[in-house]
């Protein structure tokens, strides 16, 4: 159905072997239902990992329900955010609320390598997988837990939406750059930033988790707090406040780099430009034809005499150039004259970016509710290993039969 | 010299990095926290240029020091024809490489795949670059705020209407490290099961679509082109950052009416709870204007802690928006052991960003950033088996420090 990510154009072979996936030997039970864990399980099930994903018979995983819906019909199965999180997944409908329910997941975890939850503490030992006794009842069993704020949240930090844990990280306070201090504070991009970021850094853990294991046979129980991921996104900069080697204070701009880089209207869009050294200056003198406002400027101004008064007229200078300008235009002329400038794309733009094609980073997926659809894929190209989309998201309870009847006497040398 | 054992799951692992900055040394420190042997190949010649950020002594830089933690450090000049050879012969022994050079400066220092794979043909070898290495962007190169604006990220982030606002400048890199130390594993993983190694392209640009990949689909399944929504949710309301005491910030969020009702009666607003104006999501997402003005007033000139922890205890998810004083100072996050002190040479010890996971039998975190050239007698002795005269040869001829 689908193409794996990178064709021949994109990725050439380097080695000259047909790709193995790289995660075919791993068995996953995914118990997760909101995006963090449902994007880690995909991470791994792109790369073939045989992810069963345990649904609630009936309504299925809440994300089922949420957005981008498509927009034709009532269809319980028309959700765009599920059909994207949950690619190359099975699903196992199976009611975790009753003791032959958690008994049937027993059998599954007798069969599995690693298990994704990202629901809140203590709601795993609900479900029999204490992980206080992991070691002592699973030893070989990988079990990944994600929640807002780890495993032992204070009494203040046991409620969380996404908006809040971005808030409650350092990067809420800081966003956007350049912020109007009388202005809220703003959320990330997209509703689930956090959620994605978490996903990755458990997928990270797993793999590394799966790597030992394959050698020494024995499992880790993993406590991934999406408040302490967005921090430790911030090393830079938090390392060195916590040292003490920068300065804390109560404003907004801290993270703020100086100078006068930053987002610019064109005629028909927006363009970031980056100006930090004399050769980005000498290249905006080029784009703009030498304009009489940037003569007094010294060559040297960006990193040695960068005043607020000559910022602010820099900016003035650009905006009033560009605002007539067309962007793709701009953009192209600024590429080639080496000056460092982007388009705030959307995903119109992305869907006809040269360079996403290129790369095939977009791939055709055939759902059979929301019909065939461009899926944004994989960032990494791998040579003899691609992530690929073999099957798109499961129907609810599409594997359960095929799952359950697995059980009886399957061992591992069965799977397809 | 040698270099204890410190545990975790990437423990015999060995990774040797050509990185600068923030993103190649971020997928290293990860790789590093998760127990791997990070060696960081440098000379004087051939900085991390992070390294020279802000201070004279190259040993001493804060934005270096925060990125490299756990890492060795070993200088060895590649440009010159013996310090690519010694290059090749520690990649020889080893697992990773990971860099994130300009665009063709691998291979014009003699170490791009092809040549590497011939002396190590398993290598894992990692090229990050902000639009990948091939293709007709691959010349270009940028910072972080650059390729989050291509990405799409940029404009999502802004007030409902006008102009885009963006991230923070510092979003990106880490993002786009712990995306790449991802794939390294991965291969890793197919290594163990196959016996062959990899080449991997990792676009910047691409890492930070993926972060907003529920957005692409909106646009491939409906046509919709989602922008800017200030601090709105289509799913919640109220859903925003609301002003308190002092300048400081409260984010809230009501994901149920079951939280709506709660968060009225916190206000002392018994009559909002089951006002039918504000009963359901459509209800309050129709007046959501009105719903933000009411909370506004009645945080504006409260404390945001107390307003955070006394939300929390009615079940309402809410936090104060964490200025640098207070991230530095969080009880959950110190709690957690994020801040784990390493050794240091003039202060005794010094905190640094551990990992953000825990896990059990995790690497020990043992060790802050590398002076340059602090472990080249360890490499060139312990991993390379050189004689000391090998090595004082090499010394005196300006190949290794």
């Known amino acids: ?416 | 010299m040698t270099i204890g054992p410190r545990g975790g799951p990437l423990q015999g692992v060995r990774v040797v990095e050509f990185s600068k900055v923030w993103a190649g040394p971020f997928a290293g420190k990860l790789l590093a926290f998760l127990g791997a042997e990070v060696i960081k190949v440098e000379s004087r010649g051939a900085l991390d240029v992070s390294r020279i950020y802000g201070v004279g002594d190259v040993d001493k830089a804060p934005g270096f020091r925060a990125v490299n933690p756990q890492k060795l450090g070993v200088q060895i000049d590649v440009k010159t024809k013996e310090g690519v050879a010694l290059v090749l012969d520690l990649l020889g022994k080893s697992d990773v490489l990971i860099e994130n050079l300009r665009p063709g400066a691998m291979k014009r220092l003699g170490l791009d795949y092809e040549t590497v794979r011939a002396v190590k043909p398993d290598i894992i070898y990692v090229s990050m670059s902000m639009y990948g290495e091939e293709g007709p962007l691959s010349d270009q190169t940028g910072y972080a705020p650059c390729f989050a604006a291509f990405s799409g990220v940029s404009r999502l982030v802004g007030p409902e209407a006008g102009k885009p606002a963006g991230m923070s400048v510092r979003y990106g890199d880490s993002t786009y490290g712990t995306t790449t130390a991802f794939a390294a594993v991965v291969a890793l993983m197919h290594r163990r099961q196959t016996g062959i190694g990899q080449y991997i392209d990792v676009s910047a640009a691409e890492c930070l679509t993926s972060m907003v990949g529920d957005t692409i689909m909106d646009f491939t399944l409906n046509g919709r082109v989602q922008g800017a929504n200030g601090n709105r949710h289509p799913e919640m309301a109220p859903h925003g950052v609301y002003p308190c005491r002092d300048g400081e910030w409260l984010s809230l969020a009501v994901s149920s009416d079951r939280a709506w009702r709660a968060l009225a009666l916190a206000m002392d607003r018994p009559d909002l709870a089951e006002h039918p104006q504000f009963r359901n999501l459509a209800n309050r997402k129709a007046r959501e204007d009105e719903l933000d003005q009411l909370i506004a007033a009645w945080t504006t000139s409260r404390d945001a802690g107390d307003l955070a922890a006394l939300l929390q205890a009615h079940g309402i998810a809410a936090a104060k928006s964490l200025s640098s004083v207070d991230l530095v100072a969080d009880p959950q996050l110190w709690a957690r052991g994020l801040f784990p002190e390493v050794p240091d040479r003039d202060s005794g010890t010094r905190p640094i960003v551990g990992p953000s996971w825990r896990m059990s039998r995790g690497a020990a975190i043992t060790a802050g950033a590398p002076k340059l050239g602090e472990h080249t007698d360890y490499v060139l002795g312990e991993i390379l088996g050189l004689s000391p005269e090998a090595q004082q040869k090499l010394a005196d001829g300006g190949i290794t420090r």
Request: aromatic content about 8%; some cysteine.
């Open chain 1, 1 to 416: 159905m689908t193409a794996p990510f990178g064709d021949a154009a994109a990725s050439p072979s380097k080695l000259g072997v047909p790709p193995v996936p790289a995660l075919s030997q791993c068995r996953i039970v995914e118990l997760a239902e909101t995006p963090s864990g449902e994007y880690c399980g995909k991470l791994l099930s792109d790369f073939g990992a045989e992810v069963i994903k345990i649904e609630i018979p009936g309504s299925g995983s809440p994300t089922r329900s949420l957005g981008p819906l498509a927009s034709s019909g009532g269809h319980p199965e028309r959700s765009g955010l599920f059909a994207y999180l949950n690619t190359n997944k099975k699903s196992v409908a199976l009611d975790l609320s009753t003791a032959s329910g958690t008994a049937t997941l027993s059998l599954l975890l007798d069969q599995a390598d690693a298990v994704i939850d990202d629901h809140p503490p203590g709601w795993l030992k609900g479900v029999g997988l204490d992980p206080g006794t992991l070691e002592a009842g699973r030893p070989g069993l990988v079990l990944c837990s994600i929640t807002d704020f780890g495993q032992e949240p204070l009494d203040d930090r046991r409620h969380a939406e996404d908006l809040t844990v971005f808030h409650g990280s350092g990067w809420g306070y800081h966003t956007p750059g350049g912020g109007d201090d009388t202005q809220p504070p703003l959320n990330g991009p997209g509703r689930f930033l956090p959620s994605y970021e978490a996903g990755l850094e458990a997928a990270l853990c797993v793999a590394a988790a799966l790597y030992d294991r394959a050698s020494s046979q024995t499992g880790r129980f993993i406590d991934i707090s999406k408040q302490a991921v967005l921090a430790s996104r911030l090393d830079y900069v938090l390392g060195q406040l916590v040292a003490g080697d920068m300065d804390v204070s109560p404003r907004r701009g801290v993270f703020d780099l100086r100078g006068p880089a930053g987002i610019f209207a064109c005629r028909d869009g927006y363009v970031y430009v980056w100006l930090s050294e004399p050769v980005h200056w000498q290249a905006l003198g080029r784009l703009l034809g030498g304009p009489d406002w940037m003569r007094p400027f010294p060559d040297r101004w960006l990193e040695r005499e960068c005043t607020a008064e000559r910022v602010a007229e820099c900016r003035r200078g650009i905006a009033a150039w560009l605002k007539d300008q067309a962007r793709d235009k701009v953009v192209e002329d600024a590429q080639r004259l080496g000056l460092t400038l982007a388009p705030l794309n959307a995903p119109d733009d992305l869907l006809m970016s040269p360079q996403y094609l290129f790369r095939a980073y977009f791939a055709e997926v055939t759902h059979p509710v929301l019909g065939t659809a461009m899926y944004p894929t994989v960032p990494y190209r791998m040579s003899a290993s691609p992530a690929r989309i073999d099957a798109p998201a499961p129907l609810l309870g599409q594997h359960t039969e095929a799952g359950f009847a697995a059980l009886s006497g399957n061992n591992r040398e069965d799977r397809p």
